[in-house]
């Protein structure tokens, strides 16, 4: 029964191709995120989303679209994939109100664009 | 933007050593939390601390929390290969969405 869960494990895939990545919680967690680590293993947020409303949108380029069809799901939607854009993608999600929030990271996505 | 530095970025040391990492910011966050990431996987917490000063235990870990709250150590007593792995700082800000990761200090534990 895992608690954040994200697919595909392994992505890999042409410059100029469009892809997604799903991600499901079965926390009943309010907060869904995505972040990318990169080569350098630094985790860097890109997007927040609060029962399915965007409330973070760090600086990523507009190739990105986050899509959040209920509060479980933060799925990630990437168009016109670029060799930089080749990173590991974890979501995560957090309760929200509680003290002491923490993330719950699912096990990543490591996506490679040749 | 608020910034977390650790220190080291890299460490390699032999079984039954003991070893301190640091976490630095110029920024004051509500809580400080310390995540271990293991290869494949995605990162899971070990600690939260609030209040400045704090000390927190788990088994062989020590986490504390600057006085000034921007700052926190870890502390690993007679380390395991098991410790070995990615260890992230994460600051929280006042509304507990906004998590920001520090570079990550990369411990081997060597048997």
Known sequence: ?114 | TQLLEQSPQFLSIQEGENLTVYCNSSSVFSSLQWYRQEPGEGPVLLVTVVTGGEVKKLKRLTFQFGDARKDSSLHITAAQPGDTGLYLCAGVGNYGQNFVFGPGTRLSVLP
């Open chain 1, 1 to 114: 029964d895992t608690a954040v869960s994200q697919t595909p494990k392994y992505l890999v895939t042409q410059m100029g191709n469009d892809k997604s990545i799903k991600c499901e919680q079965n926390l009943g967690h309010d907060t869904m995120y995505w972040y990318k680590q990169d080569s350098k293993k630094f985790l860097k947020i890109m997007f927040s989303y609060n029962n399915k409303e965007l409330i973070i949108n760090e600086t990523v380029p507009n190739r990105f679209s986050p899509k959040s069809p209920d509060k479980a799901h933060l799925n990630l939607h990437i168009n016109s994939l670029e060799l930089g854009d080749s990173a590991v993608y974890f979501c995560a999600s957090s309760p929200l109100g509680q003290e002491n929030e923490k993330l719950f990271f699912g096990s990543g996505t490591q996506l490679s664009v040749l």
